[in-house]
């Protein structure tokens, strides 16, 4: 069932454009955002910080309420990657640092103690078996 908020970064004015054009129309944008994504946002758009403040409270209330059931949570790059820093208590500026390769699996558990990672960027699934 989608979750309306589990949409992926808006990157506001830069969609569809890519780095060397962003440069190029708003380089002052560009070197910010590229230095800290946590505070800076994309121009017109959401930091990383406004990115985990949207979806970590969704992603808390999912784990939350299926307590002891495995659940499915299929999300975009950086909301991945900044649920996943502050998992791993990386500074959010550094979320972007973070692999996560297209259709990867983040094995996240929960629990009254705590929400832990124990598997981060697997691909597994998407090799082919030996026969």
């Not at 989608?2 to 569809?16: F, K, N, S, T």
């Not at 017109?44 to 309420?65: A, C, H, N």
């Not at 502050?86 to 500026?93: Q, V, Y």
Request: proline share 5%.
């Amino acid at each position: 069932m989608p979750v309306e908020d589990v949409v992926e970064c808006c990157v506001g004015m830069w969609e569809g454009l890519d780095w060397e054009t962003i440069q190029e129309r708003n380089p002052e944008e560009a070197r910010l955002f590229l230095e800290n994504p946590a505070d800076n946002p994309y121009f017109g758009g959401e930091s990383y910080g406004d990115t985990l403040r949207r979806v970590r409270p969704i992603f808390d209330e999912l784990l939350e309420k299926h307590r002891g059931e495995s659940i499915d949570i299929v999300a975009h790059n950086v909301v991945n990657r900044v649920y996943l820093a502050s998992l791993l208590g990386l500074e959010l500026r550094r979320a972007k640092e973070l692999r996560q390769q297209n259709a990867c699996l983040n094995l996240i558990t929960h629990d009254e103690r705590a929400t832990s990672l124990v598997t981060m960027n697997s691909v597994f699934h998407l090799s082919e078996l030996p026969l």
